[in-house]
């Protein structure tokens, strides 16, 4: 069965980091285009981030939305089956549940339409 889980969300100051992880299970990241959303109540799912399978045509690029762009970084580790986000600096307005996705394709995206397969999510909340 194909999984997604994340971990290492939790309550953090602002300025503060947290880095989450995505582990995969029942199939091999390598091959899949991975994305960060996040998502608070009453909104649409935002794309964070994303990494392209670092067998894809831009060799496992990145792009970022522009409101985290600078304080977060996206990477995985094809060896463990995980994919990472760093997110440094954080702010109150970052305070979302996090999800991880994963595509049939490889190249990244940051539309939730673009992903087949999805954790259960991880809260992150920023707050004093």
């Known amino acids: 069965q194909l999984q997604l889980v994340e971990s290492g969300g939790g309550l953090v100051q602002p300025g503060g980091s947290l880095r989450l992880s995505c582990e995969a299970s029942?199939?091999?990241?390598?091959?899949?285009?991975i994305g960060w959303f996040r998502q608070v109540p009453g909104k649409e799912r935002e794309g964070v981030a994303s990494?392209?399978?670092?067998?894809?045509?831009?060799?496992?690029?990145?792009d970022y939305a522009h409101s985290v762009k600078g304080r977060f970084t996206i990477s995985r580790d094809d060896a463990k089956n995980t994919v990472y986000l760093q997110m440094n600096s954080l702010k109150p307005e970052d305070t979302a549940v996090y999800y991880c996705?994963?595509?049939?394709?490889?190249?990244?995206?940051?539309?939730?339409?673009?992903?087949?397969?999805w954790g259960q999510g991880t809260q992150v909340t920023v707050s004093s």
């Open positions: 996705a994963a595509s049939r394709l490889r190249v990244g995206l940051l539309i939730s339409i673009g992903y087949d397969w």
């Open positions: 029942g199939f091999s990241l390598d091959y899949h285009a």
């Open positions: 990494i392209s399978s670092s067998k894809s045509s831009d060799g496992g690029g990145t």
